[in-house]
């Protein structure tokens, strides 16, 4: 079984920056893909971005690409997110998901999830 744990999220003003972190536990951490996904009220999931095993392979939405940073700690087992020059449409609760194989971009692929870690853009 894989556990994650996100935490990070706060209150922040537009234009700063914030790390989230996710914890996971479970075995072989180091063969599973992680991805990062957030969903605003009344809106649906929406990708953010998601990172190979190896650390090695990133992919972003294109409307995120160059604002946010995933990446791994395969010895302590930790994912984080950068994320840079915040806005208030990045308001959301942040997400992340892993799922033993490549990256995805679709939450349906992923099988474990975290409880979320809420993100407040001021402006």
């Known amino acids: 079984q894989v556990q994650l744990v996100e935490s990070g999220g706060g209150f922040v003003q537009a234009g700063a920056s914030l790390r989230l972190s996710c914890a996971v536990s479970?075995?072989?951490?180091?063969?599973?893909?992680v991805g990062w996904f957030r969903q605003a009220p009344g809106k649906e999931r929406e990708f953010v971005a998601t990172?190979?095993?190896?650390?090695?392979?990133?992919f972003y939405p294109d409307s995120l690409k160059g604002r946010f940073i995933i990446s791994r700690d395969n010895i302590k087992n930790l994912v984080y997110l950068q994320m840079n020059s915040v806005e208030p449409e990045d308001t959301a609760v942040y997400y992340c998901a892993a799922r033993e194989g490549p990256t995805s971009e679709y939450a349906g692929r992923y099988k474990y999830w975290g409880q979320g870690t809420q993100v407040t853009v001021s402006s």
């Open positions: 479970g075995r072989a951490f180091s063969s599973y893909a």
């Open positions: 990172i190979s095993w190896t650390g090695l392979n990133a």
